[in-house]
């Protein structure tokens, strides 16, 4: 019963017109003054951002800080492919006939998440990564290797949680989500970045200009509040360290595993 309870609340909350209300304020001039009690709240490494506390004109200013530089290095080895995000990672393994399996109990066609595109054939037996960022983290995404992009697709849709709950409990939040989604091709085959809205993410945005020739690590877009990064790589090009597993910490440009040389 709480259950329901639970999901049919969520099912009413999950309005694009109730995250844009939070995302107004967090845009607001008086959301400045909740960045600290924000910043307590989430234990976030204040230390780590570009600016001071008081230099950050809204909340959302905050929010989506850039780092000072060298507070997140980038993997050097060539043949890496490095984690776009801080995040914990909450599902990992190889893509099963077009399916990723048990994400929180739940599975999903690579299909539904990539939006029927005609590029699904080349993933259907590929690598997922599901990277899930709280409100602690640091919300820039960047890229996780080095190469061309070659499309951009926004596929509309809801604003699920994607926190533990949504997961587990709502109806394949992943594939219903509002995304955002990147296909960058390296030298011996093609990732597909999938950036996935949730509540109270007023938006994800590209940095301008776009740019389609970028370096691993380069900043390549930003979540207005928590979300999560899916990410694909192309059948029989990407081996995972050996201890990538669910349930593990990562942080942005850290080696997630290795790219199979062309």
């Not at 994607?162 to 709502?170: E, K, Q, T």
């Amino acid at each position: 019963m709480t259950k329901w309870l639970l999901r049919s609340m969520t099912e009413l909350s999950s309005r694009k017109w109730i995250s844009r209300i939070t995302g107004r304020f967090a845009q607001s001039p008086a959301s400045r003054h909740f960045i600290p009690r924000f910043a307590r709240m989430y234990g976030i490494a204040v230390q780590e951002a570009e600016k001071q506390l008081h230099e950050y004109s809204t909340l959302n200013e905050f929010f989506t800080r850039r780092l000072k530089p060298g507070a997140r290095p980038v993997n050097s080895d060539p043949n890496a492919l490095v984690s776009p995000v801080d995040a914990l990672i909450t599902g990992c393994g190889p893509i099963e006939q077009g399916t990723i399996v048990n994400v929180k109990g739940q599975d999903y066609t690579i299909e539904e998440l990539l939006n029927h595109s005609p590029r699904t054939e080349n993933y259907k037996n590929g690598y997922y990564m599901v990277l899930y960022l709280s409100p602690t983290d640091y919300h820039r995404i960047h890229t996780p290797i080095a190469g061309t992009i070659v499309e951009r697709e926004h596929v509309p849709g809801k604003v699920y949680p994607v926190n533990d709950f949504g997961l587990r409990h709502m109806r394949r939040v992943l594939s219903r989500n509002e995304r955002l989604i990147t296909y960058m091709r390296h030298s011996s085959a093609e990732t597909a970045i999938v950036k996935v809205g949730a509540m109270n993410v007023s938006s994800i945005k590209y940095v301008q200009p776009l740019r389609d020739k970028m370096e691993r690590g380069d900043d390549l877009a930003y979540f207005e509040f928590g979300s999560t990064v899916v990410l694909l790589t192309e059948d029989d090009s990407f081996f995972p360290r050996a201890d990538l597993k669910t349930g593990l910490k990562v942080r942005m440009g850290e080696k997630l595993g290795t790219l199979a040389e062309q």
